[in-house]
């Protein structure tokens, strides 16, 4: 049971044009949500949330939307970077489930010159 | 700080050998846990521990033992490997956040596992 989905296993996004990686999910006890950031050979690093009370939080070129009531949640990447190239994982955490998160599959996002 | 370290980063082991992995994180971090990545899937959660002496199972917990003795260090241990077991294995820190706030888990640079 795939309780956070990422549909586009990979996208593709010219350099200075906006990136839009997508995520949805099934548990509406989910009540905090975030993006992580992989390149090859590493650990995952953390890169931007939101909390289930918001709509909408901003830093710097990265904006990530919440859309509670159809459960799905976007990260948007503007502009985008040769160095935004990477694997963009969606994560959520639960109420009841302490610091436990629950990853989506992953996105490959490639940025091109 | 070096944050979360990983040893080995890569190893080959045969079917029904045993091996630990290691982890250990220098930022005084009360949680930590043990993820798995799959080729194509997300990162599924084997272990966690919220302190030391406490551990608790994840989402995909069999084949696996961990064990917390201190703050600083997180050991999976694999008893029997099996093929299913090939992965690249995450270990993972963070401070409690009791509040609104989730936690932002640090992670380290992975192991790379194959049982043949």
């Known amino acids: 049971d795939q309780q956070v989905k990422q549909n586009s296993p990979s996208l593709s996004v010219q350099e200075g044009r906006i990136s839009i990686l997508n995520c949805d999910y099934t548990n509406s006890m989910f009540d905090y949500f975030l993006w992580y950031k992989k390149y090859p050979a590493e650990g995952p690093t953390f890169l931007i949330s939101i909390s289930s009370i918001k709509d909408k939080n901003e830093d710097g070129r990265f904006t990530v939307f919440l859309n509670k009531s159809a459960k799905h949640l976007s990260l948007h990447i503007v502009p985008s970077q040769p160095g935004d190239s990477a694997v963009y994982f969606c994560?959520?955490?639960?109420?009841?489930?302490?610091?436990?998160?629950?990853f989506g599959q992953g996105t490959r996002l490639t940025i091109n010159p | 700080n070096a944050g979360v370290t990983q040893t080995p980063k890569f190893r080959i082991l045969k079917i029904g050998q045993s091996m630990t992995l290691q982890c250990t994180q220098d930022m005084n971090h009360n949680y930590m846990y043990w993820y798995r990545q799959d080729p194509g899937m997300g990162l599924k959660l084997i272990y966690y521990s919220v302190g030391a002496g406490i551990t608790d199972k994840g989402e995909v917990p069999n084949g696996y033992n961990v064990s917390r003795s201190t703050t600083e260090d997180f050991p999976l241990r694999l008893e029997l490997a099996a093929p299913s077991q090939t992965s690249v294995y995450f270990c993972a820190s963070s401070l409690p956040n009791p509040g609104q706030g989730a936690d932002t888990q640090y992670f380290g640079p992975g192991t790379r596992l194959t049982v043949l």
């Open positions: 994560a959520a955490r639960a109420i009841q489930g302490a610091q436990k998160l629950v």
